[in-house]
């Protein structure tokens, strides 16, 4: 880990932005989500390293045995200024080594290209924050607002030792700030031969919910009409198979208003596939944000072939649009019907905030800086990030990581995927964009 030592002080952030994603790839952070993987101390401990090695403090507190997190700050020259949470989070998903083309864990530089576990997501976004906060803080370069710096564990579990965790015990470190950027955004996606910039504005909420049917147990040769089985079978049937309808938000209509105008086709509210179809593959990424989902994923019941059980349980992954849980709650207890209750397990609230305001016109303004072409459109991410536990203190969170693109990579389609990359150029020029970012905003 001794790679930032004696860095000269005339490195900038481009220089190093590579070697720092190269080395936080080789420390695996695996995230099984059961607190058995490696935990993110020893990633904490390496970024710590790069924080005091310019002269800042860094505050590395563990959630749990090897869960590590790390925050720091540079103060600002306008206290009347609220600050910024410049955040990413340290743990990857999972990866197996028999799938990918190359080592997941060996971070090989090939064909521009910097190939591994976290290159997307976002070891990339990581190593970006650090280069830019070393460069200010080599050359003495104060930002206008306090600039907090945060690195989460355990983000792809949903946080209860990293972001969730940071905001329940310490949220003193946070104090003063209104407004975040982190990961899934800012991304270029090619639309009909223009580059779109999508900056993400919304987040979906998760339910995830049990089913359990209750009947009455019995033998397996006789008439039973209270099988839990079956109601549980008619269920998960009704909730699959259901129709949730098309719902527009300010996000997701402002996003298709905007590949209408890159496209010159008409957005119509009705037939939203016609634009989708011109996405490309990020309209998978961006399918699900038109409607609710309600998806079954795990089922259980029984324990031998001829004892019918008495009850009977199965997994829903829900996730809804902003504003909308309690009436899709309401639609599932009526899907599910009177013999099968509904319990939540895990729920975490969706977000929506303005495509508006000085950080949003400062976020726009860096990326036309270096890419003037650039047209910048708001969008909605189906799953989540830690901005959902930040907005626990009433911080509004943006996706912002920017990266400028080769068209023909499928980047949305590498989070959690295989053979994850990310072009070395891409990351410089996302470096000059958050660099501009944060020493004017
Ligand atoms: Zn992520």
């Not at 900038?12 to 590579?18: G, L, Q, R, S, Y």
């Not at 090939?110 to 190593?127: F, L, N, S, T």
């Not at 905007?258 to 399918?287: C, H, K, W, Y």
């Not at 019907?337 to 305001?357: M, T, W």
Request: charged share 25%.
């Amino acid at each position: 880990m001794s790679a930032a030592q004696s860095t000269p002080d005339t490195v900038v952030a481009e220089d190093e932005v590579a070697g720092i994603c190269q080395a936080l790839i080789r420390i695996d952070t695996t995230n099984y989500g059961n607190n058995e993987g490696a935990g993110e101390r020893k990633a904490a401990e390496y970024v710590a390293e790069l924080i005091h090695e310019v002269g800042l403090e860094a505050t590395v507190l563990e959630s749990a045995q090897g869960r590590a997190n790390v925050v720091t700050r540079i103060e600002g020259t306008d206290k009347s200024l609220p600050a910024l949470i410049v955040h990413g989070h340290l743990d990857v998903v999972p990866a197996f080594k028999e799938e990918w083309s190359v080592d997941p864990f060996g971070a090989e530089i090939k064909d521009g290209m910097i190939w591994g576990r976290g290159a997307v997501d976002m070891k990339d976004m990581d190593a970006m924050i650090l280069a830019v906060m070393r460069q200010m803080q080599r050359t003495g370069t104060r930002p206008r607002r306090d600039l907090v710096f945060a690195f989460f564990a355990d983000e792809e579990a949903g946080g209860d030792y990293g972001a969730r965790w940071m905001v329940e015990h310490h949220p003193e470190l946070f104090e003063g700030a209104t407004e975040a950027i982190s990961e899934v955004g800012g991304f270029s996606a090619t639309i009909d031969g223009k580059r779109a910039y999508l900056l993400q504005t919304a987040e979906k909420g998760i339910a995830w919910l049990k089913l359990t049917a209750n009947g009455r147990a019995g033998h397996g040769s006789q008439i039973n009409e209270a099988n839990a089985v079956t109601r549980l079978a008619a269920a998960i049937t009704r909730i699959g198979e259901h129709d949730w309808p098309i719902s527009y938000t300010d996000t997701t209509r402002a996003f298709l208003e905007g590949v209408s105008g890159m496209t010159g086709i008409e957005f119509t509210e009705d037939n939203p596939q016609v634009l989708l179809n011109e996405l490309g593959n990020v309209a998978r990424f961006v399918g699900a944000t038109l409607q609710n989902t309600a998806n079954p994923t795990v089922l259980s019941a029984g324990y031998k072939h001829n004892v019918i059980p008495g009850s009977a349980e199965a997994l829903l992954d829900v996730r809804t649009l902003p504003g909308q849980h309690e009436a899709v709650m309401e639609t599932l207890r009526a899907l599910a019907g009177p013999d099968v209750e509904l319990s939540s397990l895990h729920l975490d609230r969706a977000l929506e905030v303005p495509f508006a305001g000085g950080l949003v016109d400062s976020m726009v303004a860096a990326l036309n800086r270096e890419d003037p072409e650039a047209v910048v459109l708001p969008y909605m991410l189906s799953g989540g990030t830690d901005n959902k536990s930040l907005s626990r203190l009433g911080i509004t969170g943006y996706g912002f990581a920017p990266l400028r693109l080769p068209a023909e990579l499928d980047f949305t389609g590498m989070f959690h995927g295989v053979d994850e990359r990310v072009p070395v150029d891409s990351l410089k020029f996302g470096t000059r964009v958050l660099r501009d970012l944060l020493t004017t905003y």
